[in-house]
């Protein structure tokens, strides 16, 4: 480690620049600490910095306020008094000190395309130290010279290094940055936490006239997250409405719709096994299963949750399959018996036991490049086909369910109807 240099977050140039625009910080995640001064800004801003190290999922060496206030400066405050002895005004020495320090636009020079100003103002070796701004001369109106020195009183005092401002507040960032294995959205929260907790007990005083909010790249998957809320069931109450149409059943619905259900529940099983260790580390051909697959801890992000909106699509097609021909099966077959029931059953199952295994074994096999690429996009591509590839898996289950619960409803109603 060295003194004085912190463990950056690790972007890329093009996402450092969208993260740039998207909330004005250089990290994934910070806090905006909003105030009327600079100095309190900054004190409160590394009392929070002290307080993110302590969060276990933070990054402790990526925790960094801003230090705001510490750049050197020199004041000059010009002594009416002594500028109204020599005929002089604020103005006309203001305007001597610009044009002899900071240089005046006199002219342009026209060189082919290209246009440069002309600055006049005293050469570098007559301003790069306060004893020679202070033997800058100032002309009087009769004529005479006068040394700065002698008109103004120079103060050296600490500044800003750079001010920010947001909505027409003073701002200053709080830096940070995940562990590996943790989320963004559970990260912030473990570290509102912490703050929460230490103002809670008297530890954290908010200054009055400040305040602060979490930011970051997160607020992306919050927003996404509330939105999905209302897509997901919104997508399950469209598939079922697509499946009652079909069938014109709500209990031939019902049934089908249990693909989803075993789906849904083997999404969330490969997840879980994707971040267990044990899981396929194993090597064939002298490649490790779990490096080729790259599986590690895979969080809940806006493109699992596409993936598995993708799969409750798939997951009803063999459902689909099946239903359908037992419902030809049964509009051939006139069943009077538990025993013709079953066997109607049985027929149905065993012609398209063939095409519904093609469908999920093509579907499987598809995902697998997907699972193993690591070029450009394979970090969202590869979330979203984990849920898909699971979720078929396990939804094979519905090759024998549906025929099992369509059989037992049937067996209910002939029941019913000799009752």
């Known amino acids: 480690k060295i003194p004085g240099v912190t463990s950056a977050p690790k972007l890329h140039p093009i996402e450092t620049r969208l993260v740039m625009l998207q909330t004005g910080m250089r990290a994934p995640m910070g806090i905006k600490v909003y105030g009327s001064d600079l100095q309190t800004i900054e004190e409160f801003g590394l009392k929070l910095e002290g307080i993110l190290k302590q969060v276990p999922s933070v990054k402790a060496e990526a925790a960094f306020a801003d230090r705001i206030v510490g750049k050197p400066y020199i004041h000059l405050n010009i002594n009416r008094d002594e500028i109204s002895r020599y005929g002089l005004n604020v103005e006309d020495v203001q305007q001597s000190i610009e044009t002899a320090i900071g240089g005046m636009k006199v002219s342009s020079t026209v060189e082919g395309r290209e246009r440069f100003p002309i600055r006049v103002r005293y050469p570098r070796e007559l301003r790069d130290d306060p004893e020679s701004l202070g033997k800058i001369l100032i002309p009087t109106p009769t004529g005479a010279q006068i040394p700065l020195s002698q008109l103004v009183d120079m103060e050296y005092v600490r500044g800003p290094q750079a001010i920010k401002s947001e909505n027409t507040f003073l701002v200053g960032y709080v830096l940070f940055d995940k562990k590996e294995g943790f989320a963004e959205v559970d990260v912030v929260n473990d570290a509102q936490e912490m703050i929460q907790q230490k103002i809670d007990a008297g530890e954290l005083i908010v200054p009055n006239g400040v305040n602060y909010k979490f930011s970051g790249s997160y607020e992306n998957q919050v927003r996404a997250e509330k939105r999905l809320s209302i897509i997901v069931p919104l997508v399950f109450l469209i598939i079922f409405l697509i499946l009652y149409f079909q069938f014109k059943s709500v209990t031939t619905s019902l049934i089908i719709f249990t693909g989803v259900a075993m789906a849904f529940s083997g999404g969330f099983i490969m997840l879980w096994l994707y971040g267990q260790g044990w899981f396929a580390d194993f090597t064939v051909f002298g490649t490790n299963i779990r490096e080729l697959f790259q599986m590690n801890t895979v969080n809940l992000s806006v493109a699992v949750w596409v993936g ?112």
């Open 308 to 419: 598995f909106i993708a799969l409750f699509g798939l997951a009803t097609d063999d459902g689909v399959l099946m239903g359908t021909y037992l419902d030809q099966s049964f509009k051939r077959n006139r069943t009077k018996t538990i025993e013709e029931i079953r066997a109607a059953v049985v027929e149905a199952g065993e012609r398209r036991i063939r095409p519904a295994v093609m469908t999920t074994t093509t579907t499987i096999i598809a995902l697998l490049p997907v699972l193993t690429s690591t070029g450009r996009g394979a970090d969202i591509m590869v979330p979203m086909a984990i849920p898909a590839f699971g979720g078929m898996i396990v939804a094979a289950i519905t090759y024998y369910i549906v025929p099992t619960l369509y059989c037992m409803r049937e067996e209910y109603k002939l029941k019913n109807s000799k009752s």
